[in-house]
């Protein structure tokens, strides 16, 4: 779940929080990439969320974030993690032909579009595809 980055940071001004999330936006887009390059980017995406809480407060901590800026990055970039693995899972499980579905998605993950609601969207894609085809061939 993404942290309200207004009260989730306290007193740290306006500049502070765009720059957490943006820098949250970075990580997950990299993370993101990378594991594209991998035989099963969605296993791969699975995995790295998995260590996700183990690994990003000791890299956080590395770079001296407070507190407060390590949970808001950590947070939002495990949601934008989460949401590219599911993206990938329901590519996977459409199939051929759809691809441009989930780049969309994708894309606006890129752009910082809300995880949950892209999350949500790429995983019903799939029962879509398959009650359209169901209703073609009734």
């Keep these: 779940m993404t942290t ?8 740290a001004d306006t500049e502070q929080r765009i720059t957490a999330l943006a820098g949250a936006l970075y990580v997950a887009n990299s993370v993101y990439s990378e594991a594209l390059k991998s035989a099963d980017p969605a296993a791969t995406l699975d995995n790295i969320c998995d260590a996700l809480p183990e690994v990003m407060p000791q890299v956080l ?21 989460w949401a590219y693995t599911a993206v990938e899972y329901a590519r996977a499980e459409a199939g051929d032909g759809y691809g441009y579905v989930f780049d969309l998605l ?13 999350r949500a969207t790429a995983l019903g894609v799939p029962a879509k595809i398959r009650k359209l085809a169901a209703e073609a061939a009734a």
């Design 106 to 118: 994708v894309e606006a993950l890129d752009m910082g579009g809300d995880p949950h609601s892209i």
């Design 4 to 11: 309200d980055p207004s009260t989730a940071i306290s007193g």
């Design 61 to 81: 901590g590395v770079i001296k974030t407070t507190p407060e800026l390590t949970k808001v990055l950590t947070d939002d970039v495990a949601d934008r993690l």
